[in-house]
């Protein structure tokens, strides 16, 4: 039987707002409750989750995530002239630094649709001058997005090559690499293939085009950021890969098809224990895409931090 210590320290954990709005603080104030230290949860996000809204007021939109309790960022929108959201790398660092917000990662694309040996000088280009940039504000990873056409596994490990010359330019900068799914990787190909092939089974021979991008980069240059929702929709299951890779996938995209735990496709407990078991991860970011459940973008971005900081399974 809990004893009024045990019930009010209970009560605590689950209506710190109740105490804070006053309606059990008569509770509070009779027997002091000794706050136990609780480390803050530290929560990311893709600010491509507030691509219509944040340009209005970056300053102050920066300050309110803080305040929804998100303590890193990953960036979104660079240009090779070095700007972001119409500001240079170091003022947008400089208002999330007033913020107290954290950029941990930049997801930035080649100017290029192909990957070929013709543009390969033009790919490493970009990603010297990139390098400079993030570099010159302390970004830890640059990430990049984008899939180049794949369509026969000679192609997709070409990629994988791209992949890890562009992770040893960035290496020499002091930044790593990684690379970000959607769902188009998780389609098969075949060696002198013309296309990608979906469904489950794809064709004898066949493989999965994100196994041969893992194989075919160099570790030491090359991390995954998996995005837990997009590998759903390429028909794989986000657990079994973190299984699969517990090396090599670095970082994550929590991400669910609108507000995170609403659509209930995505079982996150499991994922974020698989994460935590691989000890290799040690930042994540939430990233909002469809938001038609909130009437803004920013209400969207507060409710799956409001689902994380509730979650007895994020750490
Ligand atoms: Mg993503």
Known sequence: MSNRREFLRNASIFTV???????????????????????????GLQIYSLFRELDADIPGGLKKLAQYGYSTIELAGYAPDGKLHGVTLPEFKKMSDDAGLKIVSSHLNPPVREYTKENLQQIKDFWKTAT???????????VQPGQ?????????????????????????????FGYHNHDGEFARVIAGGEG????????PNSQIIWDIYEKSTDPAYVLFELDVYWII??????????????QRI??????????????????????FKQAYKNGVIQD???????QKSRPTQFEGVKACA??????????
């Open 132 to 142: 400079d940039h993030h570099a010159a504000i302390g970004v830890p990873y640059l």
């Open 148 to 176: 180049p056409p794949t369509r026969s596994i000679e192609e997709a490990q070409f990629i994988g090559e791209v992949f890890t010359e562009a992770g040893k330019i960035t290496k020499a900068g002091g930044i790593s």
């Open 306 to 315: 409001d689902y994380l900081l509730k979650a007895s399974f994020v750490k």
């Open 284 to 290: 994540w970011f939430v990233e909002l895409e469809g």
């Open 233 to 246: 929709m390429g028909g794989q299951d986000p657990v079994d890969y973190l299984k699969r890779y517990p």
């Open 196 to 203: 990608p092939l979906v469904g489950r089974r794809g064709a």
């Open 250 to 271: 670095k970082l994550l995209h929590i991400k669910d098809k609108e507000v995170l735990g609403e659509s209930g496709i995505l079982n996150f407990e499991n994922i």
């Open 17 to 43: 707002g109740g105490l804070l709005t006053g309606r059990i603080g008569h509770a509070a104030t009779k027997q002091p409750i000794v706050a136990e230290p609780q480390a803050k949860k530290k929560i």
